[in-house]
């Protein structure tokens, strides 16, 4: 017999204002044991120096972690010119020096070469798999791998301040698996210096912008505060993206037992009319969330059932 789990069947979307010092991790702990939820997630680690918006998923709304991933992100960082460090941000031992500081038509010169579709070499301080084994721990004991590159997307990219000679202040949108640490450490090879991230905060992901967040202290101890209840974002909220499909009773009923429903009558056409083979959508029935389900020839398959 399965055991039940313990916590409050709390459903929906925490969008935490991360501070610095502390890993995601450890902000899904707190914001778990504060909300008493049952089951927590988050979408998308932030490095324990950065700050900003980490959306934790309760309860269901863990199921939905995969789409808010696929989302834009937007961040804003600081660079230091002219000191580059094995973990490419502030925290890392100094690797390289240089004397060269570019001045702000050198950067803006070469920010068109950041944006769009590019070719990114990961940190070797980075969660991603080597051989079964992540990056960073490869590195930690003295074996840092050789990364492969992978194509990333940069949507904007812009210089904000330079507040000194050795430092540059940016603002980029990006997509899922792009480094902030990577990319400063390119600009600043691209200047013909070195660098590093000292300061990153994500101000952005997907729909969920800097108004949406709340912070440790705001959240306060098991969300006994008058701002919990109106920060905790419904499921469906991190789907925006998705293509609705309202659904009848009938159809839930046939969805949420993993049956498939047909959309073949002439009377679904008007449902259907936008949607093409191999599309996500989000069921619902009464303005509630039923499932994510995959449309194809005519049918939707449940894919992700949501007990909501």
């Not at 044991?33 to 998308?44: L, N, P, S, V, Y």
């Not at 721990?137 to 904000?160: E, K, N, Q, S």
């Not at 967040?213 to 959240?219: G, R, T």
Request: charged letters at 25%; proline letters at 5%; glycine letters at 10%.
């Amino acid at each position: 017999m399965a055991r039940k789990r313990k916590g409050l069947p709390i459903h929906g979307w925490i969008v935490l204002d991360k501070p610095e010092g502390m890993t995601s991790t450890a902000a899904v702990a707190a914001v778990k044991r504060r909300t008493g939820a049952a089951k927590a997630g988050h979408a998308g680690t932030l490095d324990p120096f950065a700050t900003g918006l980490l959306p934790i998923a309760l309860g269901e709304a863990t199921k939905t972690v995969p789409y808010l991933q696929e989302g834009e992100k937007r961040y804003r960082f600081t660079v230091r010119w002219g000191v580059a460090t094995d973990t490419d941000d502030r925290d890392g031992a100094v690797t390289a020096r240089s004397e060269v500081r570019p001045d702000r038509a050198d950067v803006e010169a070469v920010l068109d070469r950041f944006v769009g579709e590019i070719e990114q070499v990961p940190p070797v301080f980075s969660a991603i798999r080597v051989g079964g084994r992540r990056a960073y721990d490869l590195a930690r004991a003295g074996a840092a791998p050789a990364m492969a590159p992978r194509t990333v997307w940069i949507g904007d990219l812009r210089l904000t301040g330079m507040p000194d000679a050795d430092h540059a202040v940016f603002e980029a949108t990006c997509g899922k698996g792009t480094y902030v640490r990577a990319l400063a450490r390119d600009m600043a090879g691209e200047l013909g210096t070195a660098g590093h991230l000292v300061a990153l905060r994500r101000t952005q992901v997907g729909p969920f912008a800097e108004e949406h967040a709340i912070s440790l202290d705001e959240l306060g101890e098991n969300m006994q505060c008058a701002a919990a209840p109106t920060h905790l974002h419904s499921v469906e909220t991190a789907l925006d993206d998705i293509p609705a499909l309202a659904v009848t009773e009938l159809e839930a009923g046939r969805l949420r037992n993993g049956q498939a429903i047909s959309l073949l009558r002439k009377a679904d056409l008007d449902r259907i009319a936008e949607l093409e083979n191999g599309d996500t959508v989000l069921t619902m029935a009464d303005g509630k969330p039923v499932a994510l389900g995959r449309y194809a020839a005519g049918e939707v398959q449940p894919v992700r059932v949501l007990n909501l």
